[in-house]
Each structure stands twice: as C-alpha cells, then as structure tokens.
C-alpha cells in the first residue's frame, strides 16, 4: 500500500515532537523498515510561543509556522501534523496557507473520546492558558454533545507552572512537581464531574499516563498519532 508522507511541524517543543514521532511508529501495524510511514521533521524550536501571543501581545509564530509547512511541502509532506495544541488556534489560516491537508488535533481528539468512550458526558480539560482562552477544546467539546468541565484561573496558573515552571515539563522534569500539579488539577476537575480528561498539551502526557488517574486520559498526541497513521494510508 502507497502511504502519503507525514511532515510534523515541531519544535512546540521538542521533546513533544520526539514523542509523536515515537507514537507514530509504535502505533504503526508494520513488521519490516520498508512497511513503515516515511515522516518529514521540522524541529523548528524558532517558533514564538503560543501562548504569549494569545495572551500577552507576544511575538506572531503564524508567519514562522507558516515557513515551516512551506518547507515541508516542498520536501515532500503529504500530510502535516502540529503537535501543539494551542498552535491549533492558528490553524483555519495554516490550512489555507497550504495545499496539504492537515490533521486538526482538536476535533480528532474529541471525536475519539465520541467513538472510544461513548458513555462519557462531562470532559475535564487540562491545556495551557492559551488553549483555555481561546476555548479551542471548550468549543469543540459543545459541538459534539459534551460538555466541558474547565480549570479555574488558579489551577491554570498551576498547569503552567508545571508545563514552564523551572521544574516543569519544557525544562526536562517529568516527575516531582510538575506531575504533582498536574495530577493535582485533574483530581481537582474530577471532583467537579469530570468523567474524562483531555491531555491537551502534548507535553502533558510525558509526565501524566495512563492509570495515574481513575478515569480515561485522552493523550491529544496519540490520538494525533493516530490520525496520521490512519490518514496516511488513505
């Protein structure tokens, strides 16, 4: 079977990026190298922060994002995966920059939760606060019949500490204090009738994983992974 060329657009952050690329492989029913995907990476660590742009009048990653699927596409990417979800604010003028067609974390996320846990009705939200700003999950979660059970103010503070903190996720620390706030938040959103949670930064699931919670952790970037496998054999 021919398989379309992933390109990943990275580098949101790095060590995120390596993570995607190692749930694509795992998540690729193949027995030999040459029954593998062929991925295209652009660790473009470069790009501004998302999240400082939504928020804070921070510099515009839309023209660097934009070089980089340009550069992927003339390396031959077939298909793009962005594994950041706050960049995913940015990616109705992504897409109609390109020709390639790319995947959109967000509603695959939420259409999983749909398709693998139908008998979920509330989802808790764990994301960065420009995620939860922008209300990118929030929205799509209303739209699919679901409804969102969402972080106050201080624990996205928390959430951000343990995603940019000094001991947080960017900087290498996938235990300790950045998993006990983040484990903190979520039992914090269960309590308030959360029935599932969204990991929806993809640095989040490096340091939060499946039963560290009693409830389903929908990784936003295996279900990205996913997708790109399912997609790039179409």
Known sequence: MTKRTIGILGGMGPAATVDLFNRIVRATPARSDQEHIPILIFNDTAI????????????DPLPRMMAGLDLLARMGAELIAIP???????????????????????????QAIRREHPSVARVGILATSGTIAVGLYQEALRAAGLTPVEPTAHEVAQMMEAIYGEQG??????????????LGVGAALMDRGAQALILGCTEIPLAVHDGDLPVPLIASNQILAEAAVRESQK
């Open 169 to 182: 996720v960017k900087a290498g620390f996938e235990t300790g204090l950045a998993k006990d706030l983040l």
């Open 84 to 110: 950041c979800n706050t960049a995913h604010h940015y990616w109705a003028q992504l897409q109609a920059g390109v020709e390639i067609p790319m995947l959109n974390m967000i509603t695959e996320t939420v």
């Open 48 to 59: 501004p922060d998302r999240s400082q742009a939504i928020l804070h009048g921070g510099a």
